[in-house]
């Protein structure tokens, strides 16, 4: 049963409904395998022992280790607009891309087919991949596509210019946006089904010079369920941060660059705050993922419907605790403030640099120090940098200058990580990312310093007198071998995000 087979059989030769409902899935390459899934029908291992004709091995995994090998198996095929699967044998992108005719009338239905196929290949191979976003730009001799892959762009595929209109109109159709409207940018939204498991995709067009430019955000509903153990912070950060969720009101601040995670940190903590007893209200651009058992708006300009009008309409449904995706005016700050004072536990993002940088930029709104003093509670800054691949990872010696960086003496030994990058890990040296965090918490000290205007220096001073600031956490993994000094000076300064001298 554990011979090595003479060739190297194609997993599609187990159609994806078998492997979906029984529990028995093959995975190819030079020692192909079984998977099986725990308490899967042994009977059904058989009918496809049988079925394949040749020896193997059985690797068993447990229901989601199982079901994200499917997804990765069937990833080509499984892809369906309309929510249903397919089983045709898989195929890979460049053929997909080879197989497109080289001239095509646009006014001809049947040439969308060839486009479908484009595009259900590039987002399968997105998802693959984990990439978080693809973007579809337009230029005079091409049309480049890249990938966003653990918060970098890189370059996946170049078409013919003249594949530009089909593709992008496509996309359009499939978001239900205006295929007719060129001049002006669209958002929509799209519903795919990958191997048994939805996807949700936001779509952004622009218009450019060349055409328009298109950007698929890939959202994936696992995120929604990750709970604060999972999300990577110190232990003590950690503490702090479920100690300030406790509280009955207040404000909970998430602070942060664009695609920092900010908002899976507030889902996260919404998860442990939600339970039956308790009325969860959120409103967001765009509601991202949904939660059970939370009432979640989306914001609309179009009509009025605004973070302030949101959160004003939701303070008349009687909630516990109140989550507003961003915190952008005065006007929404100043509703916030009120909410917390009247016994709302609120939680919110702010775009700063830093944890206490947030007093400040509040300010800025227009709230008063003696209202932030009495309603903030806890302000956490977070980054995302990538881990070193665990398969090439290996250690080296610190030079006099990564030692400066890092705060040790040059004559101390310092060893480091760094991964050349692997076959695992397509060259790049990383897979996956991991969060750099930092809390404030506010007491009673913090609190005189904010009602007294004092300065963002002195605050965090006296705020990191006793915990780690987001430079300090990433050293820590720097040390563990978790990530590489290069990628930590790319998200977070010592002097400035990391409060140099505290």
């Known amino acids: 049963m554990n011979a090595s087979p003479t060739q190297t059989?194609?997993?599609?030769?187990?159609?994806?409904?078998?492997?979906?409902?029984?529990?028995?899935?093959?995975?190819?390459?030079?020692?192909?395998?079984?998977?099986?899934?725990?308490?899967?029908?042994?009977?059904?291992?058989?009918?496809?022992?049988?079925?394949?004709?040749?020896?193997?091995?059985?690797?068993?995994?447990?229901?989601?280790?199982?079901?994200?090998?499917?997804t990765d198996i069937y990833a080509y095929d499984g892809l369906d607009r309309d929510g249903g699967d397919a089983d045709d044998d898989t195929e890979s992108l460049s053929r997909i891309i080879d197989e497109i005719p080289r001239s095509a009338d646009l006014l001809d239905a049947a040439s969308d087919a060839p486009i479908i196929r484009l595009i259900n290949g590039l987002i399968a191979e997105a998802i693959r991949t984990q990439a978080s976003d693809i973007h579809v730009e337009p230029f005079e001799d091409k049309v480049s596509v890249r990938y966003r892959i653990d918060g970098v762009l890189s370059e996946t595929v170049t078409l013919a210019p003249r594949l530009a209109p089909l593709l992008i109109s496509r996309i359009k159709v499939m978001a239900r946006l205006d295929i007719a409207e060129k001049r002006v940018p669209q958002d929509g939204r799209l519903t795919l089904t990958l191997g048994g498991k939805g996807v949700d995709v936001r779509v952004s067009t622009l218009p450019s010079r060349f055409g328009e430019r298109v950007v698929l955000r890939l959202l994936d509903n696992e995120k929604a369920r990750l709970t604060l153990d999972q999300l990577g912070m110190s232990p003590a950060t950690l503490a702090s941060f479920r100690k300030a969720l406790s509280q009955p009101n207040g404000i909970i601040l998430v602070t942060g660059p664009t695609g920092a995670g900010?908002?899976?940190?507030?889902?996260?903590?919404?998860?442990?705050?939600?339970?039956?007893?308790?009325?969860?209200?959120?409103?967001?651009?765009?509601?991202?993922?949904?939660?059970?058992?939370?009432?979640?708006t989306q914001v609309n300009p179009k009509v009025g419907m605004t973070f302030a009008t949101g959160l004003r309409a939701i303070l008349r449904q009687d909630p516990d605790v109140v989550m507003v995706g961003e915190i952008r005016d005065g006007e929404t700050a100043?509703?916030?403030?009120?909410?917390?004072?009247?016994?709302?536990?609120?939680?919110?993002?702010?775009?700063?640099n830093s944890a206490v940088a947030a007093i400040t930029r509040l300010r800025d709104m227009g709230v008063e120090s003696f209202l932030l003093g009495s309603t903030v509670t806890a302000i956490v800054a977070q980054r995302l940098v990538r881990r070193l691949c665990p398969h090439c990872r290996a250690p080296y010696a610190a030079d006099a200058a990564e030692k400066a960086a890092l705060g040790v003496a040059e004559s101390d030994p310092l060893t480091l990580f760094r991964a050349p990058g692997c076959a695992s890990c397509k060259g790049l040296g990383y897979q996956g990312r991991v969060g750099l965090y930092e809390i404030v918490t506010v007491d009673s000290t913090l609190r005189g310093m904010i009602h007294g205007d004092a300065s963002e220096a002195d605050m965090a001073r006296h705020a990191f007198a006793n915990s780690q600031t987001l430079f300090q956490h990433g050293a820590d993994l720097v040390r563990a071998g978790t990530t590489s000094l290069a990628e930590l000076l790319r998200v977070s300064r010592e002097d400035g995000e990391g409060h140099a001298g505290l």
């Open 9 to 70: 059989p194609d997993a599609g030769r187990i159609a994806y409904g078998f492997a979906r409902d029984k529990g028995i899935a093959l995975k190819g390459g030079d020692t192909p395998v079984f998977l099986m899934r725990e308490g899967a029908d042994p009977l059904a291992l058989l009918e496809a022992r049988r079925a394949a004709g040749f020896p193997f091995t059985v690797e068993v995994l447990g229901r989601d280790a199982y079901d994200s090998a499917l």
């Open 334 to 352: 100043g509703i916030a403030v009120q909410a917390s004072l009247t016994g709302h536990l609120v939680l919110s993002t702010v775009h700063t």
């Open 262 to 296: 900010k908002t899976t940190t507030l889902y996260a903590g919404l998860n442990l705050l939600n339970e039956a007893t308790r009325n969860i209200l959120t409103v967001e651009d765009p509601v991202e993922y949904a939660l059970a058992g939370v009432g979640q």
